[in-house]
Structure formats: C-alpha cells, structure tokens
C-alpha cells in the first residue's frame, strides 16, 4: 500500500483527481450554505429577483476561486513552488488585463448592473434590440431567453443600453372598431359589462380595465380603445383575450361590424 502511494500513478494521476473530486464537493457545499444564508421566507417577488442575481454573481466568482486554489494545491503536490508564483501574479494580472481587456471590461460591468440594479434575474428586458426574460447572469456574460425559446448570450461590457420592462405594470391596449351606425351608447354598455367580466376572471392583472374612449372615426366605422395593466410578460396574452372577448359579447348583442366597400368599375 505503501508502494502504491509513492507510485507515480498516486502521485501524478489519483491525487489530483482526488483533490479536483473534494474541491467540488467544497465548491457544492459552499454554495449550499450560501443559498441557504440568503434565502430568507417571506420576500416579495423584487427581493427574491434581487437575492437569486446576487446568487448567480457569487456563485461565479468562488467557481473561480475554487478553481484557481485546486490548480495551487495540485501544483504544489508536485512539488512545484507556488510561493513564487503567487509572487508573480501580480506582473502576469497586469499583463493579463492589457491582453484581456474585453475579459476585465466584462467583470466590471457585471459588477456595475448589480451594484446600480439595472436589471436582475427574472426581469423582461431588451438589450440591443433582443427582448427576453433574464435566465442567467455573470461576471462575463449575460443570458436572456425570448418567448420562443431562444437565448442571446450578451457580454457584460457590450451592455450599454437597457430597457426594462419589469420596473413597472405592462400596459394591455385592445382596439375594437364597430359599424358606425350602431347605437353608440349601447356599445359602450356592451363593453363596460364585458370588462367587468374581465376585472373577475382574469389573472395577472394589476388594476381594472378603463374605456379609454373613441380613438378613431370614419365613415364606416368608430374604434374604441380599452386597457389594464398586466403582469410583465403577460400583456400579449390579456390582449389576445381581450380582444375575443369583446368581440363576442359585441356579436351576441347585434353590433353591428364596419363593412368592407368595394367600388367595382366597368373598364374598358
């Protein structure tokens, strides 16, 4: 037994291995531990986002330095002297950051969004023209997933402009455009019962539907505009809804729906 750990096999292959193996299952109960520290009962959903992006952030960073102590300690089982290395770290960090600008620009913008709270996991953003929901974020990059499944992955560095799209309530606008010679008034009854109906059944809304009046007349037709503030994300969805809705409660009543005029001329 003896033999086998002063063997070159024990020494160059097995220790390693066996120093990698521990220091993920330090890195696991770390991370464990830290998730357990700062998942506290009782946040609202702003908190929640905030704790699970603050998460994602350190747990990055100890991968790192987990990694970065493994590959001290394994070289230091080999007899190699890591005292000098560690004293030389400080020329090969600068020379590191003339070489990697991009690399050091990433960290520091990840750490700049966290620290000014642009955005966090979970929130609906767009950034450079790609909207999605936040899924993952990073001291180097950032990962936004859209409503069809696919994800962008962004450098934190290349983040120069944000448009944030959780800060506040959605807005779900339906129009609905009818005959214009329909009893007006009974239009408006029509739809003011419907969005009653509305205010009861439907989830995700953060507020009650408002008639916003005519939006538009012509000759044939008079267009009406309604809207609620939704849940983020879910303004697509009520509209849809909405837009059903109304335009079935409109038909069972007998109002009557702009009529499409075609002018047929004789040419020779």
């Not at 020329?91 to 990840?110: C, M, N, P, R, S």
């Not at 983040?159 to 959605?170: K, Q």
Request: glycine content about 6%.
């Amino acid at each position: 037994m003896k033999d086998f750990f002063a063997s070159e096999i024990f020494i160059y292959i097995v220790r390693p291995i066996i120093y990698i193996g521990l220091a993920y299952i330090f890195y696991k109960v770390l991370t464990y531990f830290l998730n357990k520290a700062l998942h506290y009962k009782n946040l609202n959903n702003k908190n929640k986002k905030r704790v699970n992006t603050t998460l994602s952030i350190l747990n990055n960073c100890l991968k790192y330095i987990v990694i970065f102590l493994t590959i001290l300690i394994i070289l230091n089982s080999f007899g190699i002297d890591v005292s000098s290395i560690l004293a030389g770290l400080g020329i090969v960090a600068a020379v590191l950051t003339l070489a990697f600008q991009d690399l050091a620009k990433d960290f520091i913008a990840g750490i700049s969004i966290v620290m000014e709270d642009q955005f966090e996991i979970g929130d609906n953003v767009m950034i450079n023209g790609f909207r999605g929901d936040v899924v993952a974020m990073g001291l180097k990059t950032t990962r936004i997933k859209d409503y069809k499944g696919a994800v962008q992955i962004i450098s934190n560095h290349m983040i120069t402009e944000v448009t944030n799209y959780s800060l506040n309530p959605a807005l779900a606008e339906v129009t609905i455009a009818v005959d214009s010679d329909n009893d007006l008034d009974k239009v408006e009854k029509v739809i003011k019962k419907t969005m009653a109906t509305i205010d009861k059944t439907y989830d995700f809304l953060k507020g009650q539907t408002e008639l916003w009046g005519v939006e538009m007349v012509d000759q044939n037709s008079v267009t009406y505009k309604v809207a609620v503030k939704t849940k983020t994300g879910k303004d697509f969805d009520i509209q849809r809804k909405m837009r059903k809705d109304l335009q079935d409660a409109l038909t069972k009543a007998g109002i009557k729906m702009p009529q499409t005029h075609m002018e047929v001329r004789n040419g020779k």
